[in-house]
């Protein structure tokens, strides 16, 4: 079993940027593919981006939502998953998730994940 761990939320003004962090509990390189969703208080869950690292590559996903503002990398060696986001808006505000689903795998398909932290809440303020 893959544990995650988010960290990195907080309150931000509109126009700012956060960058969320996710420490799995082992190393995940190419066995699952890892993402982001988030959750705000009466609306569904939205995938906001997920990864899938191959050998000689690696394959990116963004909805539109959020493309060209929010990026997705990872440190292997810390096992850590990081959401860069930038050009933060009100509408960003949520519970962000970080999710795991096993290979072979969509980074399309985060939400179909079978392990995800705790969530850690981001706050856009005017």
């Known amino acids: 079993q893959v544990q995650l761990v988010e960290s990195g939320g907080g309150s931000v003004q509109a126009g700012g940027s956060l960058r969320l962090s996710c420490v799995a509990s082992?190393?995940?390189?190419?066995?699952?593919?890892m993402g982001w969703f988030r959750q705000a208080p009466g609306k569904e869950r939205e995938e906001v981006g997920g990864?899938?690292?191959?050998?000689?590559?690696?394959?990116?996903y963004y909805p539109d939502s959020v493309k060209g503002r929010f990026t997705i990398s990872r440190d292997d060696a810390k096992n850590t998953l990081y959401l860069q986001m930038d050009s933060l808006k009100l509408e960003d505000t949520a519970m962000y998730y970080c999710?795991?689903?096993?290979?072979?795998?969509?980074?399309?398909?985060?939400?179909?994940?079978?392990?995800r932290g705790q969530g850690t809440q981001v706050t856009v303020s005017s």
């Open positions: 990864i899938y690292t191959y050998t000689g590559g690696i394959r990116a």
């Open positions: 082992e190393y995940t390189g190419s066995s699952y593919c």
């Open positions: 999710a795991a689903l096993p290979a072979p795998c969509s980074p399309q398909l985060v939400l179909d994940y079978r392990y």
